[in-house]
Structures are given as C-alpha cells and as structure tokens.
C-alpha cells in the first residue's frame, strides 16, 4: 500500500452499530458469494478462518491480511500483536513504513510457528538495481528477523526495475523468498516487466476500493493468472466513503459495519485486502465478514459508485 495515514483516517466508530459482535469465533464461509478468483484456488483454512488463496506458483496466501503502513514503534508492535492473537496471518509492511522492525518484535512476541505466518514486505525506490536489491532485501529480513520471506515486491515501478527484478528471481530460487510480486504497476508497467521476467509476480498490490475499482486493471491480471491486491481498501475513509448512503444501507441491512461491506465486496471479487487498524475493536471487526453474502444487486450497487479515479493524487 502507498497511504493509509491514521492522521487522515476517518475514525470509524461512530458508524459502528451497537448489535456487532467484535469476536473472531464463530465465522464460517458462506456457500454463496464465493470470490472471482483469479485463476487460482480457493482454499478454506479452518485454523483462522481466513480463506486463502493458492498464487500462480502453488503459494498458499490468506485472502485477508493486516496492513501496517503508518503504524511505528510500540503502537505497531502491539497491533501487530493483537491482529495475529486475533487470527489474521497475513502482515504486510515495507521498508519505506519504518516499522519492520516493530512488526518483527510483534511476530516473536506472538509465539506462534514462523510457518503459519505469511509474511510480505517491499523493496523501496532507494534500493532498485541488482547489486541493491539484495542488500535492501538482507536489511529487511534482519530488522524482521525472519529467515526468509513469503513475499516480496517492487514497491514502485521507478529505477532499476528490471535489475530490482532479476535479483528477486534470484533470491526467490535461493529459497530466500517464497514468492515475488509488484506494487503500484500499472498494465502497460506489468507488460514490460513480462518481457524480460523469468518467473511472472504473483501480486501485483495497488489502490482498490469502492471508489476506485480498477477495472481494466483487474481483467488485466486475471488474464494473466496474478493476483489483484487492495492497500487502502476503506480509501483511509475519503471522499466520506463510511458515511455513503448505498453502502450504509447494505450494511445496515445485513447488520454489518460499512468497513465490512467493503471488506466483503473485495473478497467476492477474489481480491486480498489488507486492512490497518491500532485500535483491537477494529482488527476484529474487519475479520468477521465470512459470515453473511452480499447478493448480486448489492455488489452492482457498490460497483456503480466507481469514480475511476485515484483518491490519493498526492501518490501519483
């Protein structure tokens, strides 16, 4: 993700409804509603509850995560913490956040088997180039401290991508990371990376919610068997997208949150998010969305509030 600013966000609890159980216990997925799936395989994982899905190489990868961007020091450390009690096992954060560090005291404070975590981090615009990807990757993995990595991606398609990329090939075939994907590629970005890749990314991690839903995007890597990923899926809250009408009617149908409802219309696209929260009312909330379906009219309601543009200009 680029900018999930907790300065900016919205604070979501004056939409929360009193009737809603923060608890992860309990979900089940529904038989309806199943998520677009972008060539790959759905997969239910009974231990957290959390789908997962199997990328284009056979990685299997959680279809709901927790993003950490703007997130640092001991706040990071104990959401981090409080998000993989909860259940979540997918962590996604950068060198360009400041906070790997943090992330990796939380993930050796959890306790939990390195092997049930999914672990994804990104090789910053400073560190592009062959000779610096590697030494940008080995900085990650030692402010983590994690043997390896799940995945891996260019953060940004600036600099030396194509040397960034033949370095991760090569980290990836050392067994140093389990997959290797992109951030913020656009089509014409991913078509020249294919050109030269020897193994094709698995992700590719962009901007996507209910205001910006990168159509052409979105059929673009179906096509090619890879992953679509969401960083800001709530748009941090902008242009009042927890306050709109059509997606608070739906949740209040439902007996939902609007932050659910989003989270839920990304899943039955068959699109990992990767929601952030500090506070742990939220971090639960944004688990419990396999437990009710949004129907054919309510995802065509959410697609027609599709403004096609970015809500974050100061990224481009």
């Not at 789908?51 to 299997?60: A, F, M, R, S």
């Not at 990757?137 to 990595?149: M, N, V």
């Not at 209040?252 to 068959?270: D, P, S």
């Amino acid at each position: 993700m680029n900018s999930q600013n907790p300065k900016n966000e919205i604070n979501r609890r004056k939409f929360l409804q009193n009737t809603v159980k923060f608890a992860a216990a309990g979900m089940y997925l529904g038989i309806f509603g199943m998520p677009e799936l972008f060539g790959n395989v759905l997969i239910e994982n009974d231990a957290v509850n959390i789908p997962d899905i199997k990328l284009n190489n056979g990685l299997k990868m959680p279809m709901l995560g927790f993003g950490t961007y703007g997130l640092s020091g001991e706040v990071c450390q104990r959401s981090v913490a409080d998000a993989i009690a909860a259940g979540y096992r997918l962590i996604d954060t950068a060198k360009i956040y400041g906070n790997e560090e943090a992330v990796g005291s939380a993930i050796k404070q959890s306790g939990i088997d390195r092997k049930q975590l999914f672990v994804t981090s990104k090789l910053w615009v400073d560190d592009a180039g062959y000779e610096n990807a590697k030494k940008g990757f080995e900085e990650t993995l030692r402010k983590l401290g994690l043997d390896y990595l799940d995945l891996y991606l260019i953060h940004r398609p600036r600099g030396d991508v194509k040397g960034s990329w033949k370095a991760m090939e090569e980290l990836y075939k050392a067994g140093k990371i389990k997959a290797i994907g992109i951030s913020n590629f656009d089509p014409e970005q991913l078509k020249d990376l294919l050109s030269y890749a020897k193994i094709k990314p698995v992700i590719n991690q962009i901007e996507t919610h209910a205001y910006f839903q990168q159509g052409n995007d979105f059929k673009v890597l179906k096509n090619h068997n890879i992953q679509m990923e969401a960083w800001a899926p709530f748009a941090e809250g902008r242009n009042g997208l927890f306050t709109n009408e059509v997606l608070t009617q739906i949740a209040k149908k439902h007996g939902k949150t609007v932050a659910q409802v989003n989270l839920r219309w990304h899943f039955q696209r068959g699109i990992v998010a990767i929601p952030r929260s500090s506070q742990k009312a939220h971090i639960l909330e944004n688990l419990n969305i396999f437990n009710f379906t949004l129907d054919p009219t309510e995802m065509k309601a959410i697609e027609k509030l599709d403004l096609n543009r970015t809500q974050f200009p100061e990224w481009s």
